[in-house]
């Protein structure tokens, strides 16, 4: 059943699929020619604004929408960058998309440029995926000796130059502006927005900025309609989504599903549920910026609205699952380290407040908790929220947030026992 | 023009503005730390957050455009809970140390904190330990422990110097302020650093622990270092009762003037007000019989008239030399000119400048005085000097002396005092020329003196006196009105001329261009 | 002058020639330079700064931004055992303590023989493998103690 809707992974068991010469017998590349050859790249923008492709980098925020917002017809070049910085805690999908097919999302890359108008593409990829960015150049090269890259491709007038870029270990930009600044040749500083970056974005150019996954649904989209791609999944959230599960499961991987799949069926029927003898106790549903959710709260439809309501977010579509002996201040350790190590330090609630935070919680772990000190960590995560320069201080925020008001009763134990010993 | 709400207030503003500067225009003020109105918003301290009816969340008044029918509240609880937090973080990891930093009193933190703060600290974590005394420059020390990662001074040398030397190091709470290892902050607008820096870490070495803000009044006044005629403000101490102070200026300020100087001032007119206290010449001083001998103002200045009285009437004025500097003010410069080259024909007037020095391509011109362009546009016409043909003997020489750096003018005017038989020194600062003349008057400084000077664009600025005077110094104005009004000449003209804004009403209906500026 | 290899300068030449602004080549330059010389010393600073344009201030500011470039030479392998949250539902702290105690170092520190450095990183992606580390780019998932031996006995 699943398997049948199953489109970005379906190919992932075939060895060599890197190749260009696999791709291309299993039809690869067959989308970009139809788009270029007879399309013209309204139809397109149509075609993917009617899928209602919602982004899968983490903000959900509609494929086609983005990219009718660049301007058309003004002078200076326009750019693509796909977000492969894949730091979001607990997500990996967007590198089997790049290892196993990095065709496809080259096909993806050249729709979308087509589409947009764009010349040249970046693939702006973490830095620790130093040999996925190898493979992705060497397809790069396989794809520009048969034409599909460079200048007039396919035969067309169109060219294409498409760049990998690897990052050097900053979560930050993951974040589509830091990630322009990154591209940039700077620090990974957020830019202030508006303007946004399809009006103002990498060298002060109209950009667009798409997550591998969302650029991977391009070709689909192009090949098989707006209309198949919105029965998969939800009306408004069609496709299928793949998700990165890891922690206490039994078999921890990717499963591609469609969006509005339960979470609980995505832990029990798909990753094995827990290993013998563990209890669950939490998941973390979209990647480590999304609240915690305890036990009772896993049927639910994995699709953007319904997390929303639950008070978390899809996000990444990582789900960790937590088991009943893991403490959760070991959990809320391990954000708030991620999340101060991570600020990028320019504004003031994210640099001093998550590192504040931080510091209260290594202090509890080592046993030196203090009455009044959840209500200070409270206090000061709903000050940093909403006031931050980018999402980072909220994505700090909200999973510390959540994880102290969940399990406020465990904490205080361990901070009581902690202090015993 | 749009149409918003502030505070319940219904106010029209220019379109285009920012939130922050609509505010200020009617008088709201919106703390703010990062946001600099020399540079485009940052948006990184928040503490400029407000309400905005209809957004879900708090906005920045730094960097959000007003439109129409916005409604915002600068004071709502909301936003006075988001202030508070926000100077909660800026102090947490922030030293206590005001009682010990130059820039309390004057520290936009410490006045934020008492605004809108006044909270208990909650923190009780270890603070980040930083290197307190980093040298940044030949003027400049950085306590990194102090600040608050605005980033204006990295932006400042970005943007505006273009020379670059700071930037950020490292990332996160351990983020700091640093420079290339061997190429720290030296350009000739290091010192801007320590004014523009809102919080105690950049401090100036000149001015470090030698007194406190709040003892100092500033006047405001012009820089006379060079054709740029810069705004400045001049700090100086009110003194204590009983106390006797071995400063009296403790130092030189940008003074905001969009026109001129914008917020900035070059170091070489910054860190050059030492003039203004060392060797002044505060007595009148009479040689004879090679002994010099205090003397007494009105006496000496009558010596003086009735000597030029003497070779008026013998019709023999082309044996009278005048030497004189555009450090002077239009009003003085007019009142000479109108003395030495109307009343008197035929004086010989030399202009005797500073040699010129190195310009820098921004404020500091190569000229070293403040108004060659007003001594122009007055139309003063000095001669050449040093004169194409052998100078003939003269029977007086007047010469109002410039500021002395390094070079004495002796050396420059040695052939003309050689050539005199009297010869008299309008000087503000004792130098070796005070020994070669027959009587030395002691004058103020520009920064002593109300006037007006034009600069090297042709932009006029007037300006009260910032400093009194020392001893009997009196302004070249008021020495010039002496000798008009005693010559007698054109006594009713001189007579009127009381005020330095007098004398300028009356320049201005002479000249063109000084007419219908204030 | 910098002791770069002919095939490396031959690289930079043309990343730098591929990106509309200089300045972008930055960090590709620098991962190249890191590759071949361990770290980047500061005459590399001065050197890369000069190529793109910029002050070495500029560069500086962007190496200590970024955790993968190093400004001090460290081991020849380096280990960058993941510490967050699937590694550590999956034992990373055990993981890393076996390292520690088995190297005879702390994070941070490098073995006397400057074989082996020790670091602690933040997730690597690879969550599915937990607990898995990083020596030089290659990944090792699925991490025990017996696997660490096996692993660090098949390094030259
Ligand atoms: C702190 C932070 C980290 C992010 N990291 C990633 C990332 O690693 N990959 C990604 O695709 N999007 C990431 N995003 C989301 C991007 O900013 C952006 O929304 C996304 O790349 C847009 O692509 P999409 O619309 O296709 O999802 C991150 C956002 C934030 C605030
Ligand atoms: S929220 Fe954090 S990461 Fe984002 S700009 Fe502010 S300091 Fe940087
Ligand atoms: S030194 Fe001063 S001006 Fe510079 S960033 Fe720090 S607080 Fe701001
Ligand atoms: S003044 Fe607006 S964010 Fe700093
Ligand atoms: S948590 Fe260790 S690789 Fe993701």
Redesign the interface.
């Known amino acids: 059943m699943a398997d049948k809707e199953k489109y970005l992974t379906k190919l992932f068991g075939l060895k060599n699929l890197h190749k260009i010469e696999v791709y291309l017998q299993n039809g690869g590349y067959e989308a970009a020619k139809k788009a270029i050859k007879t399309k013209k790249p309204q139809d397109i923008l149509n075609e993917v604004k009617a899928a209602n492709l919602r982004g899968r980098g983490g903000a959900g925020f509609p494929a086609g929408v983005k990219w009718g917002f660049v301007p058309q017809g003004v002078e200076k070049p326009k750019y693509l960058c796909v977000n492969a910085d894949e730091g979001e805690p607990g997500t990996f999908k967007d590198k089997y998309i790049m290892s196993h097919n990095p065709h496809l999302l080259l096909e993806g890359i050249i729709i979308t440029s087509y589409c947009v108008g764009i010349h040249q593409a970046f693939i702006y990829i973490r830095g620790e995926y130093e040999m996925i960015a190898r493979r992705l150049e060497k397809a790069i090269e396989e794809a520009t000796a048969k034409g599909f890259l460079g200048k007039n491709i396919f035969g067309s007038n169109f060219d294409l130059e498409v760049i990998v870029h690897r990052g050097a270990g900053a979560y930050i930009c993951g974040e589509e502006t830091a990630l322009l600044e990154s591209l940039e040749g700077k620090r990974g500083h957020p830019r202030l927005k508006p303007p946004f970056p399809a009006s103002i974005g990498l060298f002060g150019c109209p950009t667009v900025i798409n997550n591998v996954e969302t650029i991977a649904n391009i070709p689909f989209i192009m090949a098989r309609g707006a209309e198949w791609f919105t029965q998969i999944g939800l009306p408004k959230d069609g496709g299928t989504r793949i998700f990165g599960v890891s922690g206490a499961v039994k078999k921890p991987g990717i499963y591609e599903l469609p969006l509005g799949t339960s979470l609980r069926e995505l832990i029990y029927n798909y990753a094995g549920g827990l290993p013998e003898g563990k209890k669950l106790k939490a998941v973390i549903p979209g990647g480590m910026s999304a609240p915690v959710l305890k036990a009772d709260e896993i049927d639910i439809p994995l699709d953007f609205e319904s997390l929303m309501k639950a008070g978390s977010m899809l996000g990444s579509g990582a789900v960790i699952v937590i088991d009943h002996e893991t403490s959760m201040l070991d959990v809320l350790r391990v954000v708030s380290k991620f999340y101060a190590h991570e600020s990028c330090g320019q504004c003031t609630p994210c640099r001093v407040g998550v590192a504040w935070i931080n510091k209260i919680v290594q202090r509890i772990a080592a046993g030196g908790g203090q009455p009044g000190d959840l209500e200070t960590i409270t206090r000061l995560a709903s000050a940093i929220k909403g006031k931050t320069l980018c999402p980072l201080g909220d994505a700090a925020a909200m999973p510390i947030l959540a994880i102290v008001e969940k399990f406020k009763d465990e904490l205080l134990d361990q901070i009581g026992s902690l202090k015993d010993n | 023009m749009v149409k918003i709400t502030i505070d319940g207030r219904q106010v029209e503003v220019k379109e285009g503005m920012t939130i922050l500067q609509a505010a200020e225009s009617i008088g709201i003020e919106i703390p703010h730390l990062c946001f600099h109105p020399a540079f485009p918003p940052e948006g990184s301290c928040r503490l400029c957050l407000v309400e905005i009816e209809g957004r879900p969340k708090l906005e920045l008044a730094c960097s959000t455009i007003v439109q129409e029918g916005m409604t915002i509240s600068t004071q709502s609880e909301t936003v006075r809970q988001a202030r508070r937090s926000v100077l909660e973080f800026l102090l947490a990891e922030h030293p206590l140390d005001c009682p010990i930093c130059d820039k309390a009193g004057n520290c936009q933190l410490q006045d934020y904190y008492q605004e809108y703060g006044l909270f208990d600290s909650q923190f009780k974590e270890n603070k980040e330990r930083k290197s307190k005394k980093v040298a940044l420059g030949k003027n400049l020390i950085l306590d990194r422990e102090r600040c608050i990662l605005c980033t204006r001074c990295v932006r400042f040398l970005k943007e505006i110097t273009r020379t670059g030397e700071l930037g950020v190091f490292q990332r996160g709470l351990r983020s700091e302020i640093d420079y290339f290892p061997g190429q720290p902050v030296d350009n000739n607008y290091s010192g801007n650093l320590a004014e523009l820096c809102p919080v105690g870490a950049i401090t100036d070495k000149d001015f470090r622990f030698q007194t406190r803000s709040w003892f100092l009044q500033s006047g405001p006044s012009i820089c006379p270092h060079c054709s740029r005629a810069c705004s400045i403000y001049i700090d100086y101490h009110v003194g204590f009762p009983r106390v006797e102070l071995d400063k009296y200026v403790y130092r030189i300020r940008a003074r905001e003037n969009p026109e001129i100087n914008d917020y900035w001032i070059c170091d070489f007119g910054r860190y050059n007000y030492a003039y203004l206290e060392k060797k002044r010449a505060t007595k009148v001083l009479v040689r004879e019989n090679g002994q010099a001998q205090e003397g007494d103002w009105d006496s000496q200045i009558e010596r003086l008239v009735k000597k030029i009285k003497e070779f008026y009437l013998k019709k023999k004025t082309n044996r009278i030399g005048l030497v004189l500097h555009s450090a002077l003010t239009n009003e003085e410069l007019y009142l000479a000119k109108k003395i030495f080259q109307e009343d008197l024909p035929e004086v010989n007037i030399f202009l005797i400048d500073p040699p010129e020095g190195e310009g820098d391509n921004w404020l500091l011109t190569p000229s070293r005085t403040p108004n060659l362009k007003g001594l122009e546009l007055i139309g003063l016409q000095p001669q050449k000097f040093p004169p194409e043909k052998p100078l003939t003997e003269l029977e007086i020489l007047i010469i109002f002396a410039y500021l002395p750096h390094g070079e004495d003018q002796y050396n420059q005017l040695r052939s003309l005092l050689e050539k005199s038989h009297f010869s008299v020194l309008f000087t503000a600062h004792q130098t070796a020329l005070m020994n070669q003349v027959d009587v030395v008057f002691p004058t103020t400084l520009l920064a002593e003196k109300e006037g007006s000077v034009v600069n090297v664009e042709e932009k006029l600025q007037k300006f009260p006196a910032a400093l009194t005077p020392p001893g009997t110094a009196r302004s070249e104005r008021e020495i010039l009105l002496t000798l008009g009004r005693g010559l007698g000449i054109n006594f009713s003209f001189y007579r009127q001329l009381k005020t330095p804004a007098a004398v300028f009403d009356q320049l201005s209906q002479d000249i063109s261009y000084f007419r219908g500026s204030k | 002058m910098m002791d770069l290899s002919p095939e490396t300068r031959k690289k930079i030449t043309q990343l730098t020639a591929?990106?509309?602004?200089k300045?972008?080549?930055?960090?590709?330059v620098?991962?190249l330079i890191q590759n071949e010389m361990g770290y980047i010393p500061?005459e590399a600073?001065i050197w890369v700064a000069e190529l793109?344009g910029?002050?070495?201030?500029?560069v500086?500011?962007?190496i200590?931004?970024?955790?993968?470039?190093l400004e001090k030479p460290i081991g020849r392998y380096h280990l960058q055992v993941c510490?967050?949250?699937?590694c550590?539902?999956?034992g990373a702290e055990h993981i890393l303590n076996y390292l520690i105690k088995k190297l005879g170092i702390k994070p941070g520190e490098t073995t006397a023989d400057g074989r082996f450095t020790l670091t602690t990183?933040?997730?690597?992606?690879?969550?599915?493998?937990?607990p898995c580390m990083?020596i030089n780019?290659?990944y090792y998932g699925n991490l025990t103690p017996e696997k660490i031996d096996e692993i660090l006995d098949g390094l030259e």
């Open positions: 591929k990106y509309p602004q300045q972008a080549a930055l960090l590709p620098l991962h500061q600073e793109l910029l002050q070495p201030v500029r500086k500011e962007v200590t931004f970024y955790t993968m470039f510490t967050n949250l699937s550590t539902l999956a990183v933040e997730c690597l992606g690879a969550c599915e493998q937990a990083m780019f290659d």
